[in-house]
C-alpha cells in the first residue's frame, strides 16, 4: 500500500499560523455548508485560486476558506485537481481582490530605493 507524501509545505510553522488565524476567523465552521445555512466543522483551509497556479497567493487570507473534508473534495476533482462547479464559483466570488491583488504595485517596493545611490550613499 502506498500514502501519498505531506507536501512540505503544509509542514512548515508560517502555514500552520496561516491556517489557524483563517480557522478562526470563520468560527472553524465550514464556509460552504454555511452558505447553505448549515453548521458543519472545518477541518481544512481551501486556497480558493490553487497554490499550484497561484504561490503567490499562498498566504493571503482573501484567498483561503475554512472547509469540512466533504466540501473541500466537492471543490475540485481528486485525480486532476481540475476546479469543479462550486471551485469556479469560489473564485468568481473573489474575483475583485484577486484582481485587486494583481493591479497593485508590490509592496516590498520603496519610492526611497528609486534614485541614484551608490555604495555608502544609501544610508545617508
Do not use: V
Not at 22 to 46: K, N, P, V, W
Not at 50 to 76: G, K, Q, V
Not at 85 to 102: D, H, I, N, T, V
Amino acid at each position: 500500500m502506498s500514502y501519498k507524501a505531506t507536501d512540505p509545505f503544509y509542514l512548515t510553522s508560517k502555514w500552520k499560523r496561516k491556517r489557524k488565524k483563517i480557522l478562526r476567523r470563520d468560527e472553524y465552521l465550514c464556509q460552504e455548508s454555511r452558505r447553505f445555512g448549515r453548521t458543519e466543522s472545518a477541518e481544512m483551509i481551501h486556497h480558493i485560486f490553487t497554490r499550484e497556479e497561484y504561490p503567490e497567493l499562498a498566504f493571503e487570507d482573501w484567498n483561503l476558506i475554512s472547509l469540512s473534508n466533504r466540501s473541500h473534495n466537492s471543490m475540485h476533482k481528486r485525480e486532476t485537481h481540475e476546479l469543479t462547479a462550486k471551485g469556479l464559483r469560489w473564485q468568481e466570488k473573489r474575483k475583485k481582490e484577486f484582481e485587486s491583488f494583481y493591479s497593485s504595485p508590490p509592496s516590498n517596493i520603496s519610492e526611497k530605493n528609486s534614485g541614484d545611490t551608490e555604495g555608502g550613499d544609501f544610508f545617508q
